[in-house]
């Protein structure tokens, strides 16, 4: 007779910012074969996207979308640099974005007016690179899929 694992308690609660839209589910994941039970706080926070409850001050990760990520990085460049001073300042932050580099890469992001001048991959390439040197304390993560930036 099968016998169903019991899951095991994450030791501490992700808080997650009550403005983020799509937020991660945290479910499917498994820690050493048995399913891990994650839970969540909903909670204002002033960076990023998650953090770990109790923690909020010192760990974020901003989570992106790659329409968003090429949105942010163009139209929301000024509060998006904002942003980015902020997470250098933690003691632990990452950018984790939901496409890999080949995907960044070959995106083409529809223009909201014609004429308008358009964020290009190439940019959004220098863009990353020159903010990697620049906050060198905040991880860049560029995960496949939605799936996998949660897991990771």
Known sequence: MPTTAQPILCPFR????TREQHPWSFLGIEQGGEPLLVTTAPVGLR???????GCENQIAIERKSLPDAYGTFGAGRDRWERELVRLSEMEFAAVVIEASWSAVLSYRPVSASEGKRRFTARSFFASVLAWQMRYS???WWFCASRQFAERV
């Open 14 to 17: 992700v808080a997650v910012d």
């Open 47 to 53: 960076t990023g996207d998650y953090s770990i409850l």
């Open 137 to 139: 304390r905040v991880q």
